[in-house]
Protein backbone atom coordinates (compact mmCIF):
# COMPACT_ATOMS: atom_id res chain seq x y z
CA UNK A 1 0.00 0.00 0.00
CA UNK A 2 1.51 3.17 -0.93
CA UNK A 3 1.73 5.71 2.02
CA UNK A 4 2.42 9.76 1.15
CA UNK A 5 3.41 11.53 4.20
CA UNK A 6 3.64 15.50 3.82
CA UNK A 7 5.26 17.55 6.30
CA UNK A 8 7.21 21.00 6.93
CA UNK A 9 4.30 23.11 6.97
CA UNK A 10 3.37 26.11 9.32
CA UNK A 11 2.47 29.61 9.98
CA UNK A 12 4.88 32.19 8.19
CA UNK A 13 4.80 35.71 7.58
CA UNK A 14 4.35 37.07 3.78
CA UNK A 15 7.56 37.31 2.21
CA UNK A 16 9.05 34.49 4.16
CA UNK A 17 9.99 31.28 2.92
CA UNK A 18 9.74 27.22 4.06
CA UNK A 19 10.30 23.97 2.65
CA UNK A 20 7.71 21.27 2.45
CA UNK A 21 8.94 17.29 2.10
CA UNK A 22 6.70 14.08 1.15
CA UNK A 23 8.27 10.92 1.20
CA UNK A 24 6.52 8.10 -0.14
CA UNK A 25 6.72 4.42 0.94
CA UNK A 26 5.33 1.36 -1.13
CA UNK A 27 6.52 2.45 -4.63
CA UNK A 28 9.46 2.22 -6.51
CA UNK A 29 9.81 6.13 -6.10
CA UNK A 30 12.62 6.72 -8.36
CA UNK A 31 10.31 5.29 -11.39
CA UNK A 32 7.64 8.01 -10.62
CA UNK A 33 6.42 11.32 -11.36
CA UNK A 34 5.41 12.95 -8.70
CA UNK A 35 3.90 16.44 -7.88
CA UNK A 36 2.69 19.16 -5.51
CA UNK A 37 -0.99 20.04 -4.85
CA UNK A 38 -3.08 22.41 -2.77
CA UNK A 39 -6.26 23.21 -1.48
CA UNK A 40 -6.96 26.97 -0.21
CA UNK A 41 -10.51 26.90 2.00
CA UNK A 42 -13.64 26.71 0.10
CA UNK A 43 -11.65 25.95 -3.35
CA UNK A 44 -10.84 22.59 -5.63
CA UNK A 45 -7.28 21.38 -5.33
CA UNK A 46 -5.14 22.83 -7.49
CA UNK A 47 -1.85 21.70 -9.51
CA UNK A 48 1.34 23.56 -7.84
CA UNK A 49 4.64 21.81 -9.73
CA UNK A 50 5.46 18.48 -10.79
CA UNK A 51 9.02 17.02 -11.53
CA UNK A 52 9.63 13.80 -13.62
CA UNK A 53 11.35 10.52 -12.60
CA UNK A 54 14.21 11.90 -14.63
CA UNK A 55 14.27 15.58 -13.06
CA UNK A 56 12.39 17.57 -16.21
CA UNK A 57 9.76 19.91 -13.97
CA UNK A 58 7.02 22.20 -14.63
CA UNK A 59 5.66 25.00 -12.26
CA UNK A 60 2.24 26.52 -12.44
CA UNK A 61 2.74 30.20 -13.52
CA UNK A 62 1.05 30.95 -10.19
CA UNK A 63 4.16 29.83 -8.23
CA UNK A 64 6.94 29.87 -11.00
CA UNK A 65 10.25 32.13 -9.91
CA UNK A 66 8.62 31.27 -6.40
CA UNK A 67 8.41 27.67 -5.72
CA UNK A 68 10.70 24.93 -6.91
CA UNK A 69 10.31 21.11 -6.75
CA UNK A 70 12.83 18.88 -6.08
CA UNK A 71 13.49 15.21 -5.53
CA UNK A 72 16.28 12.62 -3.37
CA UNK A 73 15.47 9.16 -4.63
CA UNK A 74 17.74 8.45 -2.12
CA UNK A 75 15.08 9.19 0.63
CA UNK A 76 12.07 8.63 -1.31
CA UNK A 77 11.30 12.24 -0.89
CA UNK A 78 9.94 15.07 -2.92
CA UNK A 79 10.51 18.41 -1.83
CA UNK A 80 9.06 22.30 -2.35
CA UNK A 81 11.12 25.38 -1.38
CA UNK A 82 8.97 27.76 -1.13
CA UNK A 83 10.12 31.65 -1.00
CA UNK A 84 8.38 35.09 -1.72
CA UNK A 85 5.23 33.71 0.40
CA UNK A 86 2.04 35.24 -0.12
CA UNK A 87 -1.45 35.27 2.07
CA UNK A 88 -3.24 33.72 -0.87
CA UNK A 89 -0.30 30.61 -1.04
CA UNK A 90 -2.40 29.56 2.38
CA UNK A 91 -3.84 25.88 1.81
CA UNK A 92 -3.14 22.40 2.63
CA UNK A 93 -0.61 21.44 0.84
CA UNK A 94 -0.35 17.26 -1.10
CA UNK A 95 2.34 15.91 -2.69
CA UNK A 96 0.94 12.46 -5.47
CA UNK A 97 2.49 10.24 -8.20
CA UNK A 98 1.40 12.05 -11.41
CA UNK A 99 -1.41 10.26 -12.56
CA UNK A 100 -2.49 10.67 -8.98
CA UNK A 101 -2.71 7.30 -6.45
CA UNK A 102 -5.98 7.16 -5.49
CA UNK A 103 -5.31 7.45 -1.73
CA UNK A 104 -3.92 11.23 -0.61
CA UNK A 105 -1.62 11.86 2.22
CA UNK A 106 -3.06 14.41 4.88
CA UNK A 107 -1.09 16.71 3.59
CA UNK A 108 0.18 19.92 5.50
CA UNK A 109 -1.02 23.35 6.31
CA UNK A 110 0.71 26.43 5.40
CA UNK A 111 -0.12 29.79 6.36
CA UNK A 112 0.74 33.06 5.35
CA UNK A 113 0.06 36.30 7.19
CA UNK A 114 0.48 39.47 5.81
Known amino acids: QVQLVESGGGLVQAGGSLRLSCVVS????????MGWYRQAPGKQREFIARISSSGFRIHDASVKGRFTISRDNAVNTVYLQMSSLKPEDTAVYYC????????WGQGTQVTVSS
Open 96 to 103: NRIPNFVN
Open 26 to 33: GSTFSTLD
